[in-house]
């Protein structure tokens, strides 16, 4: 009797335990168990009121007042917390990525969607064009500051223009998605390398001399060569006249070494079919991460690719090589083009003694002179964060006593650009800190805040005459600050949904075309260009 009314009870109870056991979802910390599930959910406590309109926005950061659970995510839609499952759950669509790619979408169509009714609002309290104009006139602005104010009002208001390419082959415009585009000094053309949907890469250049037309559409001459392996680098090269050449950095595959390149610009264009193609070279090195060409006449003809734990200097016409070993891999590379005013005190007593007081204050006054001791320093940003400068004319390179100048970084650095003085460098890092150092005392003077980065080699575009910084974060998306007072100035999203394969590639120039161009935004995403214009 007493077995037999245990074994019921044990029955209900495990019923019971079975029972308790079965909820579809968790509920939200104090939610009240009478609460009906059909009843509109309110607002949690100390929510933020964008969040509460945009529930998507509010998923990618948690409200401080509804905690985080291991293994949960809370939909604020619906006011409810909801299992996640692993990712690799093809069968289940609710995983933490794809939330955050829908939160991700929906911010970016939101944010299109305001850039098309032009809610665009300046940064700045207060700044609009009649106050900069009276400001110039009282002499309260110096015509520097007045360029760059200007520029700054006119960036909050670019309007994007979808661009049409041109080309004499018909099958080559919008048919492969762009990877990278890179001007040259004058902003005339740029060059491009697109993927192939069979693996590859293609190479084009795009004259941007339809750029100031009504119609808004650009040449571009297809490319005379192919290769099946993946491009690291690109810069232009000066070789036998400014920007003759593209340098380019590809990877090697199986057994075939990776490469350095030099491709004549004459081999893309048609306007002068006349015009003999330059020299076409090719240099055998293993796989490069970054390359830079030298404009210093005491490196003339040279260039440099960033390797594996070395930095290797190649002159093109000698095929001399210079090696400098190095701790970690050279991510990024520039060259210093400045002539540095310094002379040595051995040549200063001795030319003295020859030429006098008066005369050799002449020669001291003459750029000539200082042409000799220009110094062809190589900047060098590496994956272990630091960075270091190179004077490559020394020979001896034992240790690490050749390295002039070390800074460093959290993590590894992408991207590194000299402003024009040379006395400061920006530097931006897989952290997504972007940082900007004084050489002279090897510190950080300021950071640009916004810069979305993990893992991805993202380029930075410093226009110091406009007083502008341009970076593309991981995220897709485009910000611009301000060099003066590292202001976030705006925010662009993609044209197109957010993905690693389209991260988008941006040219600014306040003369796009040349000397007589237009200002304003090139921005390269999958198979289309487009154009971000001040009017």
């Given at each position: 009797?007493?077995?037999?009314?245990?074994?019921?009870?044990?029955?209900?109870?495990?019923?019971?335990?079975?029972?308790?056991?079965?909820?579809?979802?968790?509920?939200r910390p104090g939610h009240r168990p009478e609460r009906?599930?059909?009843?509109?959910?309110?607002?949690?406590?100390?929510?933020?009121?964008?969040?509460?309109?945009?529930?998507?926005?509010?998923?990618?950061?948690?409200?401080?007042?509804?905690?985080?659970?291991?293994?949960?995510?809370?939909?604020p839609e619906k006011n409810r917390y909801f299992r996640l499952l692993p990712g690799h759950n093809n069968c289940n669509p609710l995983t933490k990525e794809s939330i955050q790619h829908k939160a991700m979408e929906s911010k970016r169509l939101r944010l299109l969607e305001e850039e098309?009714?032009?809610n665009k609002k300046t940064t700045r309290a207060g700044l609009n064009s009649s106050m900069l104009l009276q400001k110039r006139q009282l002499g309260l602005l110096s015509s520097t500051s007045y360029c760059r104010m200007v520029h700054e009002l006119k960036v909050n208001c670019m309007q994007r223009r979808k661009i049409e390419i041109h080309s004499p082959d018909s099958s080559v415009a919008g048919t492969n998605n762009f990877k990278i585009i890179v001007a040259d000094v004058a902003c005339e053309r740029i060059f491009t390398v697109n993927d192939v949907e069979h693996g590859g890469c293609k190479y084009g250049i795009i004259n941007l001399s339809g750029l100031g037309k009504e119609s808004l559409t650009v040449e571009m001459y297809d490319n005379l060569y192919f290769t099946n392996r993946k491009v690291n680098s690109v810069c232009w090269a000066?070789?036998?006249?400014?920007?003759?050449?593209?340098?380019?950095?590809?990877?090697?595959?199986?057994?075939?070494?990776?490469?350095?390149?030099?491709?004549?610009?004459?081999?893309?264009?048609?306007?002068?079919?006349?015009?003999?193609?330059?020299m076409l070279c090719s240099f055998k090195i293993s796989t490069a991460w970054s390359c830079a060409w030298c404009l210093n006449p005491q490196a003339d003809n040279?260039?440099?690719?960033?390797?594996?734990?070395?930095?290797?200097?190649?002159?093109?016409?000698?095929?001399?090589?210079?090696?400098?070993?190095?701790?970690?891999?050279?991510?990024?590379?520039?060259?210093?083009?400045?002539?540095?005013?310094?002379?040595?005190?051995?040549?200063?007593?001795?030319?003295?003694?020859?030429?006098?007081?008066?005369?050799?204050?002449?020669?001291?006054?003459?750029?000539?002179?200082?042409?000799?001791?220009?110094?062809p320093m190589l900047y060098n940003g590496c994956r272990s964060g630091e960075i270091f400068s190179i004077d490559v004319r020394q020979r001896n390179r034992k240790g690490q006593s050749w390295k002039a100048i070390r800074l460093f970084h959290d993590s590894a650095v992408t991207s590194i650009r000299l402003l024009e003085a040379e006395h400061y460098l920006m530097a931006a890092d897989m952290a997504g800190k972007i940082k900007l150092w004084d050489?002279?005392?090897?510190?950080?003077?300021?950071?640009?805040?916004?810069?979305?980065?993990?893992?991805?080699?993202?380029?930075?575009?410093?226009?110091?005459?406009?007083?502008?910084?341009?970076?593309?974060?991981?995220?897709?998306?485009?910000?611009?600050?301000?060099?003066?007072?590292?202001?976030l100035l705006r925010t662009i999203p993609s044209p197109h949904p957010a993905s690693k394969d389209a991260i988008p590639s941006v040219v600014f120039s306040s003369r796009l075309g040349g000397r007589r161009g237009v200002p304003g935004l090139l921005m390269a995403v999958k198979q289309d260009l487009y154009h971000f214009s001040y009017n």
């Open positions: 009797m007493r077995g037999g009314r245990w074994r019921g009870e044990e029955k209900r109870g495990w019923s019971a335990r079975g029972h308790r056991h079965r909820p579809r979802g968790r509920r009906s599930e059909q009843e509109e959910p309110q607002t949690p406590v100390n929510a933020d009121p964008s969040s509460s309109g945009n529930p998507s926005s509010s998923s990618l950061t948690q409200n401080s007042a509804v905690p985080e659970l291991p293994g949960f995510y809370y939909d098309e009714k032009q000066s070789l036998t006249h400014p920007d003759s050449h593209v340098l380019l950095c590809l990877m090697g595959i199986a057994e075939t070494p990776g490469c350095a390149s030099l491709l004549p610009a004459s081999l893309f264009s048609s306007t002068n079919p006349g015009d003999r193609p330059g040279c260039f440099s690719t960033g390797l594996t734990r070395r930095v290797l200097v190649t002159n093109v016409v000698t095929g001399h090589r210079q090696t400098f070993g190095t701790s970690s891999d050279v991510l990024a590379q520039q060259f210093a083009t400045q002539v540095e005013r310094t002379i040595r005190p051995s040549f200063f007593f001795k030319a003295l003694s020859l030429v006098g007081t008066r005369s050799f204050q002449m020669l001291c006054s003459a750029p000539l002179f200082f042409g000799f001791f220009q110094t050489l002279r005392t090897a510190k950080c003077v300021k950071q640009y805040q916004g810069h979305h980065n993990e893992y991805a080699i993202l380029p930075l575009h410093v226009n110091e005459e406009e007083g502008l910084l341009t970076a593309v974060g991981q995220d897709c998306y485009t910000r611009i600050w301000s060099l003066q007072d590292a202001r």
